[in-house]
C-alpha cells in the first residue's frame, strides 16, 4: 500500500514538473506570426554584409574582407585613384552593434517602457549575468535538481523589466529575422579574430552551454518550443552550428549529439516557406549530417 502511494507521488511529481517546464517556455514564448521574430538590423538599414547568405560554410566575413596579396606593387598614387578603401570588418561589426542599439533608443514603444533609457548599457548587463550561474546542459535524469534549475533558470537570471523588453523587441523588430540572427551568430563566434575591448562578448565555452542548455534539456526545449517556428527552427538551427563547431575543437564536453536532431530539421526547414536562405540552411545542415556520418 506504501509503495503504491510513493509511485504515485513520484508519477505526480514528474507531471508537476512537466507541466511547470510548458508553462516557462510559455511565459517566454512570443505572439505566433504576425510577431514571429528577432530583429537586430534597423528595419531601414540592413547592412550589405550580411544580406548575402547566413553562416557562411567558408570563412567567416572577417577573413573575407582581408585581402588578398597583390601580385605587382603599386604605387601610392595609382592605389589609392584605383582602389577604394577597405573598411576594418572588426570595426564594420563593432559599429553594426552599436547602430543597432542606437536605433533601438529613438523608438517609441521602448521609451514608453522606459523613458532615457541605453539599449547598449542594458545589453551589457544582460550579457554579463550570463556566466554568474549558467544552466547545466546534461545531468536532468541522474539529479532532478538539476532539471528544476533548468526549467526555472530564466525566472532566476533576468528581472521582470529585462524580459518584458526583450519579449517587446522582439515583437516589434520582426522584419529582419534571419540577417539578425546571423550578426549574432557571427559576433558570438568572433573569438580572437577581433578585438572586445569592452569584455562583452561570450567566450565559446559558455555559448556552447547556452546552445546545450536549449536543445539538450527540458528547460531549454521548452523554451524553443514555444517559440513561433521560424525562430524555434532558426535557433536550433543556430545551435546545431555551435556544438557542431565544439565538435570539431574537441571541447564539446557534455558529448551532447546533434545527428538526431539534423534530419528533423532539416525536414522542417525545408517546409517552411518563409526563409530567405531556405537552401542554405538545408545545405549547410547536410554538410554536418555528412560530417557525422563519416565518423561512425
Not at 7 to 24: D, G, H, P, Q, T
Not at 34 to 60: F, R, Y
Not at 176 to 193: A, C, I
Not at 209 to 225: K, Q, V
Request: proline share 7%; aromatic share 12%.
Amino acid at each position: 500500500m506504501k509503495k503504491g502511494r510513493r509511485r504515485k507521488w513520484w508519477v505526480l511529481l514528474v507531471l508537476a514538473l512537466i507541466v511547470a517546464a510548458v508553462l516557462a517556455g510559455y511565459y517566454f514564448g512570443f505572439e505566433r506570426e504576425k510577431e514571429e521574430g528577432t530583429s537586430v538590423v534597423s528595419k531601414n538599414k540592413i547592412p550589405s554584409d550580411i544580406k548575402e547568405s547566413p553562416a557562411p560554410m567558408g570563412p567567416s566575413r572577417v577573413e573575407e574582407a582581408i585581402p588578398p596579396a597583390k601580385e605587382a606593387v603599386q604605387s601610392p598614387e595609382v592605389r589609392d585613384k584605383e582602389s577604394p578603401v577597405l573598411e576594418d570588418p572588426c570595426k564594420a561589426m563593432d559599429d553594426q552593434l552599436h547602430e543597432f542599439f542606437n536605433y533601438l533608443d529613438t523608438r517609441s514603444y521602448i521609451q514608453d517602457l522606459e523613458k532615457g533609457i541605453d539599449t547598449y548599457e542594458r545589453f551589457k548587463v544582460l550579457i554579463n549575468k550570463l556566466p554568474s550561474n549558467p544552466p547545466m546542459p546534461s545531468g536532468e535524469a541522474l539529479d532532478k535538481e538539476i532539471m528544476i534549475r533548468n526549467v526555472f533558470f530564466f525566472f532566476r537570471t533576468f528581472g521582470r523589466k529585462d524580459i518584458r523588453l526583450i519579449k517587446e523587441i522582439m515583437r516589434n523588430e520582426a522584419d529582419t529575422l534571419e540577417m539578425n540572427l546571423d550578426f549574432f551568430y557571427r559576433w558570438l563566434m568572433l573569438g580572437d579574430k577581433c578585438p572586445d575591448p569592452e569584455g562583452i562578448r561570450p567566450s565559446f565555452d559558455l555559448t556552447y552551454t547556452y546552445a546545450g542548455y536549449l536543445m539538450n534539456t527540458l528547460g531549454g526545449r521548452a523554451n524553443l518550443t514555444r517559440r513561433p517556428t521560424g525562430l524555434r527552427l532558426l535557433f536550433t538551427y543556430y545551435c546545431v552550428l555551435i556544438i557542431h563547431e565544439a565538435d570539431k575543437k574537441g571541447r564539446n564536453k557534455y558529448g551532447i549529439d546533434v545527428l538526431p536532431e539534423i534530419d528533423p530539421l532539416i525536414q522542417e526547414i525545408g517546409l517552411y516557406p518563409d526563409f530567405l536562405f531556405q537552401g542554405n540552411y538545408v545545405d549547410r545542415l547536410n554538410q554536418i549530417k555528412d560530417y557525422y556520418l563519416q565518423k561512425r
